[in-house]
């Protein structure tokens, strides 16, 4: 693709990574079209570019338009910009590729990766999963994302929603148990730090071998003393409690399965 | 502590790293005492010492004598052997000080780590939790947990167990959130590798900052729409759709109760 005149729709944690990412390919970023005037402005100062708030005085001198905005707002923004034959992108996961079907040229370009804007990212090495609706937006899509990464793989959208499904599984709610033991210790004046050595042997056998192999602790052991300890401790906090039945059940069957 | 000769029950995962430890600091491994043959035989041989199955032939010219069992065997081995004034340390997170009421001299070391045979742990820096019953034994107790490790807390029964449980959620149902995660790749015959950059991003972020403060994704949201869409996709398993309903639940309580 000879023209890198792009537009980026959104201002959050994905169109700050992106655009960072394409600023660095020497993309020329025309605008930032945002809802927030707060963090559109932001965006668009540190891309060095103009800011559009809404959808009239949309920039359509650019070759791609990316929509890395929240999910339901990219019907949204089909509905209200008239692209013509211009190349249209979003970045979402689990929305499928046919949101864009009223248009010519399009596609997606999905990074499996948690963003925000206080930490850095080596967009090299984040894997972007990509769709488009013909070959010619097919090879622009490719030779755009390559730019971006060095981990580029085909997806079609049921595809992609899974992988967006098993990342909420290894991401959000690997996160949510790790702040569930931050907050039970909290509650007993102890100092999360303890806990760090565990949590990176934790995650760096289940890098190394596989989750599903190194399950360890009371449930797997099916230890109902150690788990019924656990939930009279729990007994202050009935939403922790259900939770922790709930996951060691689940735990428990898991592995009982496989046993058989 | 002058002595330094000991006996270790147990061949399990504490056990064997245990023992490592206590080699490399000089100690007299006189036994090893479990009930599989072939762990006790394997662990003896490589801590150059004894073996012995069952409560004939203990060694009793220990000074330590270090239980790193299950939890249920702590009082059996209480009731079946006449320790006298030797000092006895138990491993467990779980089991209070008052296991060992009917001894002279007694303790606990709880290591706050995952251990796996497979793999190498760095004993210097696991963090060390200790209690003891006197004075003396608290004295020979932090003597013996500061040669093992450069991280020793005291720490009584209430707050140990606490520990635990945290450590419970995260790392053996943080380890399940991975487990899940993979299991719904393998089904779609997906890579796990994929997830890998997403994985060590998100452990990252939470040790950095905390995992309270940088939960993202569909849940913490309030995102229905995404939601339910991944419900969908998990139409064939009830289990995991169970899971992923109830998790999410919590995310949501979590941070809506924190927005109040």
Known sequence: MQNKKIVIFGSGNVAFHIGKAFLRNDYSILQVVGRSEKSTTI?????????NIGYNN??????????AVNDSSIAEIVDNVSFGDKL??????????????SLKNYGVIYPLQTFSKQREIDMKKVPLFVEANNEQSMRNILSIAKQLSNNVELADSEKRKTLHLSAVFACNFTNHMLAISEQVLINHNL???????????TLEKALQQSPLNIQTGPAVRNDHITIDRHLELL???EEYQKLYSFVSESI????????K
Do not use: R, W
């Not at 249209?88 to 079907?101: A, N």
């Open 58 to 67: 949309i920039n359509m001198d650019a070759d791609i338009y990316i929509l």
């Open 252 to 259: 428990i069957k898991m592995y009982s399965k496989q046993n």
């Open 191 to 201: 100092k999360f730090d303890y806990l760090k050595p565990l949590i990176i042997e």
């Open 235 to 237: 007994a202050d906090s």
């Open 88 to 101: 249209v992108i979003h970045t979402s996961g689990s929305i499928t590729l046919d949101v864009f079907k």
């Open 43 to 51: 965006l668009s100062e540190l891309l060095n570019c103009s800011s």
